[in-house]
């Protein structure tokens, strides 16, 4: 088994399961989506969503999401796009902070795919891997519904990619695995997604 890939979440834990441990169980695509999904607005749609028993699984490019709780590096004038709201709350009632929280988003509700029904909502685990990184995140936001590849702000800076709303993110080559039927409450608690997704991720990477 390869060396354990280092962990970059905020408690400095080890991940067990490696990126190279994920990505072989998501080498083939049996697409539940109805069609692909544009990875930017005015891009040819070429991106499925996948199926297996136990998650979803995409292969995109990674745009940042800074919606939510205004912060030092999400807010209006660091991001003209930027929404004060995001589709999930925190157990307060406040919006998620998208600096803070490692969460990913999913296209909204359409005929081309309906996440609910593939066992995915709000605060559903997920693991994002680019390179030889494994973040853990929670779904925290939904976005257009023709449009795939985006997560938080916190998500990018994890994994090593410029988090920067207007210069930042990847064109390619990330890959997002949520898990069916999953969820951690609170939504915010950003170690409880940690240990639950070491926990899933184990879990599909060994095919149980």
Same mark, same amino acid.
Request: neutral net charge; aromatic residues 0%.
């Given at each position: 088994m390869p060396a354990p890939a280092a962990s970059y979440a905020a408690q400095g834990?080890?991940?067990r399961i490696t990126a190279t441990d994920l990505?072989?169980?998501v080498q083939d695509c049996a697409q539940v989506s109805k069609g692909r999904y544009r990875s930017d =607005?005015?891009?040819a749609a070429t991106v499925p969503v996948c199926d297996t028993r136990q998650a979803v699984f995409w292969k995109a490019d990674l745009d940042i999401d800074c919606d939510g709780r205004p912060t030092a590096h999400c807010n209006r004038t660091a991001d003209p796009a930027f929404s004060a709201a995001t589709a999930f709350q925190q157990s307060d009632g406040s919006?998620?902070?998208a600096e803070e929280l490692p969460y990913v988003?999913?296209?909204g509700v359409s005929g081309r795919w309906n996440h609910r029904a593939s066992g995915v909502r709000g605060g559903a685990v997920a693991a994002v891997i680019y390179k030889d990184r494994v973040q853990y995140a929670?779904?925290?936001d939904t976005g257009p519904r023709d449009i795939i590849g985006e997560a938080s702000y916190a998500t990018a800076k994890a994994l090593?990619?410029?988090p920067d709303p207007r210069v930042g993110g990847v064109p390619s080559d990330v890959t997002y695995i949520v898990f069916k039927d999953s969820g951690v409450q609170p939504i915010e608690d950003r170690e409880a997604a940690e240990a639950e997704g070491e926990r899933? =991720?184990?879990q599909f990477a060994e095919g149980d």
């Open positions: 834990d080890r991940h990505l072989a169980r =607005a005015g891009t919006q998620l902070n988003v999913v296209p929670v779904v925290g090593g990619v410029n899933l =991720a184990e």
